[in-house]
């Protein structure tokens, strides 16, 4: 089965910059859409950036010019590069992938299958 491992959060100051992994594992088909989700206390779950298949991404308008979505399909990991950091960027945040075909934007409002418990990134 798929299994999805975030690693990289922790405590930055504002401006400042890190760099969350997550590493998959149990693929037997690659899945067609990855991305990284945020959730705030008090706040809903929200998309903040989202790669498809093809390369193709997407950002919340939020972070868009700040973060940056990637993938190394031969090392099965998924990266987000956040950069300028603001203390309205602290959240857990989350990795997941679906199998189902959504364009990047798509996955933003989407809810993927599969799912990994979540790194802490507070910004303060």
């Known amino acids: 089965h798929v299994q999805l491992v975030e690693s990289g959060g922790g405590s930055v100051q504002p401006g400042g910059s890190l760099r969350l992994s997550c590493a998959a594992s149990g693929y037997t088909r690659s899945p067609y859409s990855m991305g990284w989700f945020r959730q705030a206390p008090g706040k809903k779950r929200e998309g903040v950036a989202a790669i498809d298949s093809d390369g193709t991404t997407s950002y919340a308008d939020s972070v868009k010019g700040r973060f940056t979505i990637s993938k190394d399909n031969a090392k099965n990991t998924l990266y987000l590069q956040m950069n300028s950091l603001k203390p309205e960027d602290t959240a857990m945040y989350y990795c997941?992938?679906?199998?189902?075909?959504?364009?990047?934007?798509?996955?933003?409002?989407?809810?993927?299958?599969?799912w990994g418990q979540g790194t802490q990134v507070t910004v303060s």
């Open positions: 997941a992938a679906d199998f189902e075909r959504m364009t990047a934007i798509q996955v933003l409002s989407a809810w993927p299958n599969y």
